[in-house]
């Protein structure tokens, strides 16, 4: 279902009034539920989201290690860089994406995406400054990957997991694995490893962090 939107709704983003005219006339909002998939790898793209609230995951699948891998994540006042990068170049998603809560998104069409990067200067910055975050992101996370271990990884990740304001993170170890590019098994292995010196506590489901640690 449709969600009309105003302009006052798209004051997280840095356009100009007349582009949030444009926005409000031209495009209407969509609310993605918790875990829904929005997009699929190899999906065609033919619009961006403007996420209003909420927050997804983006996720590559990788057939040679049978595993999928974390991007990154795109929240309130972003839009998704890989959707943007398959628009622009008129290539299949790369990656899926997947609510992580509740999420209110505009539906730009691809066709306005072209004609606005010409006309709005705000707009063509929006964009590249979207991509160039997109690629950093990137960067970050294979250099995590290949410089820190994943009991290392699991640390951070827990430490700061940016959807979950309490201490018990509702994650499966299957889920975690998925979040730090790493097996079930390992993950497995070393959470019961960190539970025995008092960090964390296990749970069918959640993982809950002592106080001293969050």
């Not at 997280?12 to 909002?29: G, M, Y």
């Not at 996420?51 to 049978?66: A, F, I, P, Q």
């Not at 999928?68 to 972003?78: F, H, L, S």
């Not at 959807?163 to 070393?190: D, N």
């Amino acid at each position: 279902m449709d969600i009309k939107i105003s302009k006052s709704d798209l004051d997280l983003f840095p356009f100009s009034d007349e582009l949030k005219n444009q926005i409000v006339e031209n495009c209407s909002a969509v609310l993605q539920k918790k875990g829904e998939i929005a997009l699929k790898q190899g999906d065609p793209v033919h619009r961006i989201p403007l996420y209003l609230s909420g927050e997804s995951v983006l996720s590559r699948y990788s057939l040679e290690k049978d595993k999928n891998y974390v991007i990154c994540r795109v929240k309130a006042g972003e839009t998704c860089p890989t959707s943007l990068s398959s628009v622009l170049t008129h290539q299949l998603s790369p990656i899926t994406v997947t609510a992580l809560i509740d999420s209110i998104k505009v539906i730009v069409p691809s066709q306005v995406v072209f004609d606005w990067q010409k006309k709005y200067p705000s707009w063509a910055k929006f964009l590249i400054k979207t991509l160039a975050s997109g690629y950093a992101c990137v960067l970050d996370n294979f250099h995590q990957s290949m410089t820190q271990t994943v009991e290392e990884r699991i640390a951070q990740f827990l430490s700061s997991a940016i959807y979950t304001q309490s201490r018990t993170i509702k994650l499966t170890h299957e889920e975690l694995a998925h979040e730090i590019g790493s097996s079930r098994v390992v993950v497995s292995r070393i959470l019961k490893s960190l539970e025995t010196t008092g960090m964390l506590q296990l749970g069918r489901g959640v993982i809950t962090l002592n106080s001293s640690q969050n």
